[in-house]
């Protein structure tokens, strides 16, 4: 009930294109939906959030989608750049309670 | 300028001594959070505080202990009970309810 799924663990994208990382969850009282960046050593850093209120939300290059009756939600990166080249981590909780995390994506985009 | 102060990033020991890792933090944030990471893996929590004086366990606190003393300040103790302890320990904390968690650049361990 509190796991979130996250898929694919590893994606590797040219320069230029369209990052797609999904994730899915069970617990239908989640109302809050993070994605998080990790580059090699240092700590994630919020990316964008969403809450189950709107069906997406954009900035920048950086767009979730998020389908409330199939539980999923989806981080897309358009014109992806090798300094996106990360570990993404999707995130789930309700309201004032812990973060479930994914167990991660490393994306690797190509120059 | 506010943040998340992790210390030391690089941390060694041998096996059988206890390590505690600092934590602090002036956004004035209620709760914390420790994590620990793995190579290629996921984070896995260790112990949280919501506020002063009082925490809880997460998924894999066997081996570790906290203390909340001070709204300011959360470190962890890694403790020779802890029979892996080698791994990238992340500090995070939340503000409000609507808020996501801010966290630290870590701190590397390794027990030889």
């Known amino acids: 009930q509190q796991q979130v799924k996250q898929s694919p663990q590893s994606l590797i994208v040219q320069k230029g294109g369209i990052s797609i990382i999904n994730c899915a969850y069970e617990n239908t009282a989640f109302d809050y939906f993070p994605w998080y960046q990790q580059f090699p050593g240092k700590g994630p850093a919020l990316l964008i959030a969403?809450?189950?209120?709107?069906s997406e939300k954009k900035e920048g290059r950086f767009t979730i989608s998020f389908n409330k009756s199939a539980k999923q939600f989806s981080l897309h990166i358009m014109d992806s750049q090798p300094g996106d080249s990360a570990t993404y981590f999707c995130?789930?909780?309700?309201?004032?309670?812990?973060?479930?995390f994914g167990e991660g994506t490393q994306l690797t985009v190509n120059p | 300028d506010g943040g998340i102060t992790q210390s030391p990033k690089y941390l060694f020991r041998k096996e059988g001594q206890n390590v505690t890792l600092s934590c602090e933090q002036n956004?004035?944030?209620?709760?914390m959070y420790w994590y620990r990471q793995d190579p290629g893996q996921g984070l896995r929590l260790i112990y949280y505080s919501q506020i002063v004086n009082d925490f809880q366990k997460g998924d894999i606190a066997e081996g570790y202990s906290v203390s909340r003393e001070k709204k300011e300040s959360f470190p962890l103790t890694v403790t020779s009970a802890q029979k892996n302890p080698t791994a990238f320990y992340l500090c995070a904390t939340k503000g409000g309810s609507w808020d996501g968690y801010t966290f630290g650049s870590g701190t590397r361990l390794t027990v030889v």
């Open positions: 995130a789930a909780s309700m309201r004032g309670s812990r973060l479930t």
């Open positions: 956004l004035n944030h209620d709760a």
């Open positions: 969403i809450r189950p209120d709107v």
